[in-house]
């Protein structure tokens, strides 16, 4: 470390180079790492799933709907504890510039069947006591400046009009996967203002053993499978797992254009460096002449490139990491527990070492070699 003053120094020589060239990797860290964590983050929501709750929903797609009265015949099958339904609402607030999820679910059973959604005592109670209510996720107090109590309006897409609720809770969930800026309320007040329609988009069942899922699901497909609306069973998992797929092949995308701007900025880097070095030639000369070995002027023009690359890397990952934390960012909604991981953080760090071999080796290498007299007579 006694030569660290050295280095800064010769990095001081053109700061607005060694600005710039710093700025340029941590920017390619932090693309890199908010391009991966997009990736990241559709895995984990595709992973998501209690191993005892499957997924029963229309056979023909997901869009169209089956009859209430399945769930009597869904809690006859053996296996099955516990019945839930819901249904997408696609309702917008305002303007509509700002999405969030909203569904209409059997209350009781469904915040039942989900332990992950969390309410305070006293709010579920109220929820569920008032059929025009609502409970909604932390994240749309401070998106809309709702606050408890306050009726909020909604207008329908799929259900045209006005919709009008009363927040009576707030949620907290328990797994970033869940949206905190959802808003759920009483499916029995969209079947009466349809018209008692007796319509579910899905049925959430929960099962005792997750070892008989696949059989519980083959027992209810091959009940309704002649019927007017053929059903499709799944683990929650593969259900979350499908609208994954509809990303397409994200984590291809992601990462050829995370490692392209990398390996741009690694170009910029090494040339940065070279440049530097070739600035030096004679500096170099005279340092080997009053007794610095080829090793101690390889060490240090690779000590320049790690100072440059270990910064900028602190400044790409940090700032990522931190920014994403602190503004509890999630893609409106689409990416939900949005967040820098660990494992993205090594691999950014072993990109920046990457990043300081790469720009510093060539270099240094060609300083170490350098005969004294070359460097003594060049002239730039």
Do not use: C
């Not at 964590?37 to 169209?64: E, M």
């Not at 949620?171 to 203002?193: C, G, Q, R, S, W």
């Not at 990462?255 to 070279?274: C, D």
């Amino acid at each position: 470390m006694k030569y660290l003053p050295l280095v800064l120094a010769n990095l001081r020589r053109r700061k607005l180079r060694t600005i710039l060239t710093m700025m340029g990797v941590a920017l390619a860290l932090f693309l890199f790492a908010s391009l991966r964590t997009v990736t990241t983050t559709i895995q984990a929501a595709a992973q998501f799933g209690s191993a005892r709750r499957l997924v029963v929903t229309n056979a023909t797609g997901i869009v169209f709907t089956l009859p209430i009265a399945y769930a009597n015949q869904l809690s006859a099958v053996p296996g099955v504890q516990k019945v839930s339904w819901a249904n997408w609402f696609g309702g917008k607030y305002g303007d509509g510039s700002r999405f969030f999820a909203n569904f209409a679910v059997d209350a009781k059973s469904y915040l039942e069947m989900y332990p992950e959604i969390v309410l305070p005592p006293d709010q579920r109670e109220a929820f569920l006591q008032d059929k025009s209510s609502a409970i909604i996720g932390r994240r749309l107090l401070d998106v809309f400046g709702w606050k408890l109590g306050q009726n909020v309006t909604l207008q329908g897409t799929i259900f045209p009009g006005d919709w009008t609720f009363t927040i009576r809770g707030v949620y907290t969930p328990t797994d970033p996967v869940i949206n905190d800026d959802m808003l759920l309320f009483h499916h029995a007040l969209l079947d009466e203002k349809i018209g008692r329609a007796g319509l579910a988009g899905w049925y959430v069942l929960r099962i005792n053993n997750p070892d008989s899922a696949a059989a519980i699901g083959k027992i209810i497909d091959d009940r309704f499978r002649n019927s007017s609306a053929a059903t499709k069973t799944g683990t929650e998992q593969a259900f979350n797992a499908s609208f994954a797929t509809m990303w397409g092949n994200v984590s291809l995308l992601m990462g050829t254009i995370g490692f392209a701007v990398v390996f741009a900025i690694l170009l910029v880097a090494a040339n940065a460096m070279m440049m530097s070095a070739r600035e030096r030639t004679g500096e170099v000369a005279v340092l080997k002449t009053i007794g610095f070995s080829n090793g101690t002027v390889f060490g240090l023009m690779m000590l320049e490139a790690g100072v440059i690359a270990l910064t900028g890397s602190l400044i790409g990952l940090g700032g990522a990491k931190l920014l994403y934390k602190s503004s509890n960012f999630n893609a409106a909604g689409f990416l939900p527990g949005f967040d820098v991981t660990q494992n993205t953080l090594i691999i950014g760090a072993a990109v920046a070492l990457l990043l300081m071999l790469a720009s510093g080796l060539a270099p240094a290498i060609r300083a170490a070699r350098m005969p004294v007299v070359q460097g003594l007579r060049r002239v730039e």
